[in-house]
Structures are given as structure tokens and as C-alpha cells.
């Protein structure tokens, strides 16, 4: 497998497949992936890098020379699959779109990440997560009502965009399977963002009226939101009228049941400012811990809102090992983020190191039919490193 890609949707895209056992070879250009010169790194690895490309084999291709290009195209004739994330148009004028590759390799599966997609009037420009996240609209949504435009605290556009790109390899690689042909997977930064729009856009779909930031509270549900407590918050999630039943009764208020604006779900949403502020006027008089332990003996949906340094002590996130230690040779000892896909046969490895810079170049030529000698022209034209 072939990842032509950079930062981190496309990066993310194939570290997951590389997870899931692909040989991932990743090519970087002669100055590396922009994430190995991110802060905290050694010369040109990091730990920003290694967070996205682990598993993978790193092979340093100059893609601005003929010999380059050319090199690619003759690995990419024995390859399954082929990522990239340039803007549209770049792969085409050197030769490497889906179009070219295809014809020599009928069975590749070809996917491109991109900002806006491969067709349509903004197909041009560049993708980036904060900029997808404002044309989306999830920043329109997110932040409390009246304030300020509020992105999402994680890239939510590139990882979306990279996970719907690594889902339509796998469907590709299906129908290959069937009938002996690869295809083209396109996708973007901005349809994930509204992809992954499901309850804002069944709002406006249903309503025809234009979905509003709602800080923590949910727009389908109430109350379904972080709550304030003595000494800090927690989420209740009281999702349906038995579980709101439930909580009036544990906070002494059985009347909220009976005042119209609580009685069903569409009138506590409507109304659900309001319900908030009377279930915090209970809450503020007990810390957290005494309302999550209360609320979980009762079966009501809650939790506690964690920092990061709470959230790798948690005993869940530890015993599903989403904190691993991998050793890097230039790095030392680091930790890195888990896999989330546990598989019964095939387990992901995901404490497998990123590759250092060009580590591989040599190592992949040879694998794919390159003479000692083919190689030796190669690096004297500047076309590998």
C-alpha cells in the first residue's frame, strides 16, 4: 500500500489500515512529512509524527523528478491501494492521478483526501480542519447560545474524513474481491464535517429552522447535558421519560413530572434552560462524587468530566490498553494513543514505532523488483533518499 499523504487525515487513514495489518509505505518527500518538524521532536521525528504514522515503512521519494515519479508508478503497477491528499489537480500534472494509475494497475484501489473534494466550484482549495469545521457548520453549532464561534476540541474534520476514507478503501477492496477491478474513493474534509452533522441536519431537514449552539445540552434530548455541582461538573444523561422519572424522584422534585414544561421530552428540550438551572439548585449542594455515586447506584446515565491526565488513570481506558509505550530510537520510551478496534484473531499491534526518516528506501526498491544498480542511478539523480 501506497500513502502519499502528509499531516493527518490522510496520515490517520492509513496508520489505521496499518493497524489492521497492511504493509503501509509512506512517501515522503525529501524535506519529510510537515509533523516531523512539529515541537518536541529529535532533528526530523516527533512524537507528532509518530502519533499518526506508526506501522508504517518510510521510503523518501522526490516526487518533482521524472526518475522519482517514474519509480512510483512502477511500485504503484504492483500495488493494492494508493493514498493521497494533495489538493485536486497536483497528482494530475505529475502523472500520478487515479486515471494514470488505474490504467496500469486495473485492480488498484486509489482513495484521495482532500479539502473540498474532487468535484464541484471549491474543489481547488486547500483543506484545513478549522476552516472544514466553519464550512460544515459545526461551528455554528458549537460553543454556548450567543457566544463566539467554537470549533470542536479535536481535529473532527480530518480524523472523520480520514476514517470515511479508510471505511470506502475496505468497501473497494470488497468489490475488487468480486469482480477483479479497483476503483476511485474520494472524499473531503468538509463532507465529513457535514456527514457527521446527523442530528443538526435532521433539525433543519424536519424543522426547517436553523440548528443553534446548545453549550453541552442535546438538541434531541433533555436533560441530556453537563450539570454543575459544588465543586465542578458532571454529564447526566437522562435520555427518555423513565430515566427523567428516575431523577426527579433521587432529587425530591416528583412535581417536575407533572408541570407541562417537563412532562414529555419535546417540552423538556424546548424548556430545557429552565430545567437545568432547577436540577443544578439541587446539584450545587453536593460534590460531584456524591452525585455520580447516588446517580450510578440508580441506573441514570452520568459521568465525570475528565482532564487528560484523568483520563489515562482511568481504570476503563487502562484496561482497554488505549495508552500504549512504544520505543523509538531517536524519541526514547514515548506513549502514544491505543487502537480502538479490538479484533479476536488479527489484534492490532498499535505499540509499533513510526519509521525514521527514509529507513525504508532501500528496503521497499528491493521489495518491489528495484536492481542495486537501478537504485544507485536513482540516488544520484535526487530522485530518492
Given at each position: ?32 512529512d510537515s509533523t516531523r518538524q512539529m515541537p518536541g521532536g529529535v532533528g ?342
Open positions: 500500500m501506497l500513502d502519499v499523504t502528509q499531516v493527518m487525515a490522510g496520515p490517520y487513514c492509513t496508520m489505521l489500515l496499518a493497524d489492521l495489518g497492511a504493509d503501509v509505505v509512506k512517501i515522503e518527500p525529501p524535506g519529510g526530523l521525528e516527533s512524537p507528532s509524527f509518530n502519533a499518526v504514522n506508526r506501522g508504517k515503512r518510510s521510503a523518501v521519494v522526490n516526487l518533482k523528478a521524472p526518475e522519482g515519479r517514474d519509480a512510483l508508478k512502477r511500485i504503484a503497477r504492483a500495488c493494492d491501494i494508493f493514498v493521497e491528499n494533495y489538493r485536486p489537480g497536483v497528482v494530475a500534472a505529475l502523472g500520478l492521478d487515479y486515471e494514470t494509475l488505474s490504467a496500469i494497475n486495473p485492480r488498484l484501489v486509489y482513495a484521495s483526501i482532500s479539502g473540498y473534494g474532487q468535484t464541484g466550484p471549491d474543489r481547488a482549495k486547500g483543506g484545513f480542519d478549522l476552516v472544514a469545521q466553519g464550512v460544515s457548520g459545526i461551528m455554528s453549532i458549537t460553543g454556548d447560545r450567543g457566544g463566539a464561534p467554537v470549533k470542536a476540541g479535536v481535529p473532527l474534520t480530518d480524523l472523520g474524513a480520514g476514517l470515511f476514507a479508510a471505511v470506502g478503501i475496505l468497501a473497494a477492496l470488497e468489490h475488487r474481491h468480486r469482480t477483479g477491478l479497483g476503483q476511485h474513493v474520494d472524499t473531503s474534509l468538509v463532507e465529513a464535517g457535514v456527514a457527521l452533522s446527523v442530528w443538526e441536519a435532521t433539525e433543519f431537514f424536519t424543522t426547517g429552522g436553523t440548528p443553534q449552539p446548545m453549550g453541552s445540552a442535546h438538541r434531541m434530548f433533555a436533560p441530556y447535558q453537563a450539570i454543575r455541582c459544588a465543586d465542578g461538573y458532571i454529564t447526566l444523561g437522562t435520555a427518555n421519560d423513565r430515566l427523567f422519572k428516575r431523577l426527579c424522584d433521587l432529587l425530591g422534585h416528583p412535581e417536575w413530572l407533572a408541570d407541562p414544561q417537563f412532562a414529555e421530552n419535546p417540552a423538556r428540550v424546548k424548556n430545557q434552560a429552565a430545567l437545568a438551572a432547577r436540577i443544578e439548585e439541587v446539584t450545587a449542594k453536593a460534590p460531584a462524587s456524591h452525585w455520580l455515586a447516588l446517580l450510578e447506584q440508580n441506573e441514570i446515565p452520568c459521568g465525570p468530566i475528565n482532564d487528560y491526565a484523568r483520563v489515562f488513570t482511568n481504570p476503563q481506558v487502562v484496561a482497554r490498553e488505549m495508552a500504549v509505550d512504544v520505543d523509538h530510537p531517536a524519541l526514547g520510551r514515548i506513549k502514544a494513543l491505543g487502537s480502538p478496534i479490538k479484533l479476536s484473531s488479527t489484534p492490532t499491534n498499535p505499540a509499533r514505532r513510526a519509521p525514521l526518516f527514509g529507513e525504508h528506501t532501500t528496503a521497499v526498491l528491493v521489495d518491489y523488483g528495484f536492481s542495486v544498480e537501478e537504485i544507485a542511478l536513482l540516488r544520484k539523480a535526487g530522485a530518492i533518499v
